[in-house]
């Protein structure tokens, strides 16, 4: 470092400033919208106001537009007085090996900037933000399409001189403030900015605008950053755990007495889910069909495997069981719970009213479901025949929150006592039996193709068209794969049952398993 | 317009040894009014929509000086504007974006280049190559060389910047051309600081007008003038414009100890280069370099003495040019070829012939061009092995990650008025079959990415439905065109619509009617109703339409999907023949919300009733099928783990961005997909009606064993 010697016109006594054989490199990756630019400011202006060189600049691209997007910021940390005319050369292109502060607004753009060689151990600090908005393929797959970021966070941990990781969007909404105003913070935090905090707390007043919940978020964001937080826990779960108790009664002493202590919360579970969906003898009903699976996998070593083969069964079954018709929609949307949930979901006071209007479109189909079935079987066929099923479904804007819009939902929930005579009861339980006559099959094979029919069960879900055709590629699955296989003498089903499933939950048309079956059936 | 910029406007009046601190593009328009300029103009787009922007929040500031502001149709009329300049002493400049806006100007371009120029004029040209473009990749290069306009590409800090616009004015009086200034993203965004001068009034201006209309038939563009016009460009201008870069030392010369090697390199991409050096350990962070460069702010035309200055002697050079053809590296080699200098020259083989230079690029071109020329007394192995080192942590970040993170596109905003309409197109097809997609330039070409995946082909801006005459009689099905209201008056209104009408095409264009040029930052059109100064234009698509002839015209909200479904379908369908158009009506929600916002915060304030409205999922009743993204792709429809252990899937989730567009109830509607969705009313300042019926509601359904009344009691 070359010294040299410069007289401040504030003091008295001369002072002596180092110069810096190198500015300062921040790169900020943000999404669209999120105001990074102001970010960008704030850090900007900061760096003038205590004099320093500073330049940044942007590829702000489509900005708006909830793209991925970048600031580029490089500050010189000292004064252009002191530099008796020299002055640094500043870039314009964040370089990789480079950069001091990484900062990430959110969890795969850690990622990606990982990925682009711009955190390096050497040198960068990296403050990421944990929490996920998802990008549109991760939300548009018919299954589960999120990325895992686990290696994300190995990554950042192993590539950067230090990570600081936090869930920001969580620290931003307790303080009421916006994601950028806590990264602000984090940075100040980390000890990596040449800027004073009260000058950046002070840039922040003179924005003008939210100033005290931006000023709470920034130093949330600078105490956890300043404390080296790196907390990833708070990422949300990709898969629910909560244990449920059953009621004392019958049931719940069964399924103590007969179920091993691994499988008991899934259970539970399963068996609270079918009494409050139909009543007691249904999950009599669940728990008759998951005896067998639970003895197979007894006795098939499932101690060792955590009885995984008993979990996934009574998962499949309970949710297949308590299958989304039009009673159980009109149930859930007149449960005790439900308008207190939507007004705190809406952060409504407590004095102001809440309206809400539910989108229901029942047609053919939903009528059927709670007809007898000599009543709905030539209806359903016709309509089938003449492409009609679609054709009678009537929208309606539901005011659930209302007395008739209440009442109406209130009545057709009543309808549980009859969905056992109804058309769609009929239909479900018998794809169901079905379906667990080729899980038994399939686990007298081997406990792995066991698992992948089990899995087959999660084609069967939605509403109206889509429903039909996941019930239908099962049907299709059983009848032209599982069945003929489990009848002869079947090589790698397993193998084949998961491609044929996989390509059900490709594309919502179904070429993929048109294709997929034709090589499989060929075979 | 989607951003104000009155604030920074106002350091528009910094006078002579004032700091200015701001964006580039501010700049540039400072360096405008201190050069004095009669006339600007221009057409937006990315990434100079922020210099019409400005000039438009400058217009006091303009009519203090009498300068006039043009926010022209769109690039080919900015260019005419430029017209100007030939007979009379009037300095002008006039902006648009890239290749793509030159293209669109060319015809102007050419004509005025020919002619030449008495007053200075000026051509501001924001680059849209590389990263964050978003635009076919092409160099101006080619258009300053073909049409012989100087072609400026200054060091990208605001003092050169600024430099550059005052001394290309003298550039362009200098030798009677029109001069385009290049500049990239990064330099259009760039935040920085300089010293101003005080504005400068034109000589002639709105505020001292012209009185002698000047003819000169040698100015005009028909034989023989035209032959003579091409003569002087070469035999008067070129010489004339030499001698003033020589002179006013626009190129410069950066020593350099060890100088049997050297670096040639356009203006833009000075910085990263130095940066690069300084990595390698080669230069200092002030640009102090231990091997010459030499920094060419004028690109076009290239100065060959001064190559053959700075090549001699030098065993080797390296040219750092960014894009292709390599046009400054041929022209190199026969500089060097003609005075019978060997230096090697280096350039597209150590260094990308397409594709934009970047820190990395720069990086390992230099680092090769060290490696295999040896310059005396560098240490070629440090050298390599910094940039081993560097390329070596890319190569374990991506061992770490594994796959590649999703890519994040851009697309619709929250509520955006244009992603119904595809979600009805795709609606339609299930119905109709596929059906080929004329696309054209604006928000809705986000409709070719996920989850729409709509439109086959983009040939350019306004160009949807011209672009659909040639396939459109090959297709048993009808094809579909889209326009934006922007695209419309820009050349829609002619090339496609009368077009199709003259030719009897049987066709469907949809067009987008938003308000404005909303991919570019909300500028005003026509249609807007108001232009850039805010004054009634009383102009509108329907009667254009009707004028050239149009008789099939349907208006549907963008937000009523059914209705879009079936009108559309009727028109995919119908045994009418010839041009049917739809209006999509639908204000841009980004100016929407940036009216209601305050108007909404105000009126709570204040006590007024105000409804907040928000859509919601009732995560017991999704499935996790997520076909409502896949209809929609909004950015505050999003998913999140389900609660329930039952399913494994995530489950759709409306976050706190949304808008209330409504979209999701019609899609559930019209695609009958699933009653999850609901949406919620919550009314702030209630009225005493409003509290009495509630308070009656809660009643009721707490009776019927529904909601407690315990969650806040209404007075």
Known sequence: ?523 | MERSFKKEVQSLRLGDGDTFHGEGILAVTKALLQSGVSYVGGYQGAPISHLMDVLADAQGILDELGVHLETCANEAGAAAMLGASINYPLRGAVTWKATVGTNVASDALSNLASAGVKGGALIVVGEDYGEGASIIQERSHAFAMKSQIWLLDPRPNLTTIVDMVEQGFQLSEASSTPVMLELRIRACHVRGSFETKANRQPEFSRRNVLENPDFDYGKICLPPSTYAQEKQKIDVRLPAALDFIREHQLNEFFDGDKDDVGIIVQGGHYNGVVRALQQLGLANVFGESQIPIYVLNVTYPLVPDEFVQFCAGKKAVLIVEEGQPDFIEQAAHSYLRKADINTTIVGKDVLPMAGEYVAAVLQEGIAKFVEGTQPAGVDTSTVVDTVARISGYKAKAAELLGEPVPPRPPGFCVGCPERPVFSAMKLVEQETGPFHVSADIGCHTFSTLPPFNMGNTVLGYGLGLASSTGVGPNFGNRVVSIMGDGGFWHNGLTTGVANAIFNKDDSVLMIFNNGYTSATGAQHIPSTGTNARLEPTGQDIVSALKGVGVKWIKRVRTYHVSEMRKVLGDAMTTKEGGLKVIIADGECMLAVQRKKKPVDRKAVADGDRVVRSRFGVDEACCTGDHSCVRLSGCPSLTIKSSGDPLKSDPVAHVDEGCVACGLCGENAHAATLCPSFYRADVVQNPTAFDRMVERWRRRYISWLGGSAPATGDVA
């Open chain 1, 1 to 523: 470092m070359s010294v040299i010697e410069q007289t401040d016109t504030s003091a008295q006594t001369p002072v002596v400033t180092e110069i810096p054989e190198a500015p300062v490199s921040i790169l900020i990756a943000a999404l669209g919208g999120e105001g990074g630019g102001l970010l960008t400011d704030w850090v900007v202006s900061a760096a003038e106001q205590e004099g320093f060189i500073v330049q940044s600049t942007s590829i702000p691209g489509l900005a708006q537009r909830t793209g991925a997007t970048t600031y580029f910021v490089e500050i010189f940390p000292t004064s252009a007085s002191a530099l008796n005319g020299r002055l640094p050369v500043l870039t314009l292109l964040p370089n990789p090996g480079d950069i001091d502060i990484m900062v990430a607004s959110e969890l795969l753009e850690a990622g990606r900037a990982i990925q682009n060689g711009f955190i390096t151990p050497d040198k960068t600090t990296l403050i990421a933000s944990t929490h996920r908005v998802y990008a549109t393929i991760e939300k548009a797959a018919m299954g589960d399409g999120r990325t895992d970021t686990t290696r994300i966070i190995a990554a950042a941990g192993e590539m950067s001189r230090e990570a600081i990781l936090f869930d920001m969007g969580k620290v931003a909404l307790e303080s009421g403030s916006v994601i950028n105003s806590v990264l602000l913070g984090a940075m100040a935090g980390s000890g990596r900015l040449p800027m004073k905090r009260e000058t950046l707390e002070g840039v922040i007043r003179e924005g003008g605008i939210a100033v005290e919940n931006n000023l709470q978020g920034f130093a949330a964001g600078f105490d956890l950053a300043s404390a080296k937080t790196s907390d990833i826990s708070s990422s949300e779960p990709r898969t629910a755990h909560k244990t449920t108790v059953l009621s004392p009664g019958a049931l719940a002493e069964r399924v103590d007495r007969e179920y091993p202590g691994p499988a008991l919360a899934m259970v539970n579970e399963g068996v609270a889910r079918l009494i409050e969906y139909q009543d007691a003898a249904y999950a009599g009903l669940f728990l008759d069909r998951l005896d067998p699976v639970r003895d197979f996998d007894q006795a098939n070593g499932g101690e060792d495997s955590g009885f995984e083969i008993t979990i996934e069964a009574a998962r499949a079954l309970a949710h297949w069981m308590a299958y989304e018709d039009v009673i159980r929609v009109a149930d859930l949307k007149t449960r005790p719970d439900r308008l207190p949930r939507i007004r705190s979901d809406l952060k409504a006071g407590p004095d102001e009213p809440v309206v809400v209007i539910d989108f229901l479109k029942p047609g053919l189909e939903e009528f059927c479901s709670i007809m007898p079935g000599f009543i709905a079987r030539p209806l359903i066929g016709w309509a089938t025949r003449n492409n009609k099923l679609d054709s009678f479904n009537f929208g309606l804007h539901v005011t659930t929150s209302g007395v008739f819009g209440y009442s109406m939902m209130r009545f057709l929930a009543k309808l549980k006592g009859i969905r056992r005579i109804g058309h769609r009861y009929a239909s479900e339980q018998a794809l169901i039996e079905r379906w667990l006559l080729s899980v038994k099959g399939a686990l007298n094979l081997d406990r792995h193709t066991g698992m992948e029919v089990i899995a087959c069960a999660r084609l069967v879900k939605g509403y109206g068209e889509t429903h039909r055709r996941g019930s239908s590629n099962l049907a299709r699955i059983l009848g032209e794969l599982i069945e003929p296989a489990l009848a002869g003498s079947p090589t790698a089903l397993a193998d084949q049952v998961s491609k044929a499933r996989n390509s059900a939950l490709a594309d919502s048309s179904c070429a993929e398993l048109d294709s997929t079956m034709a090589t499989l059936i060929t075979k």
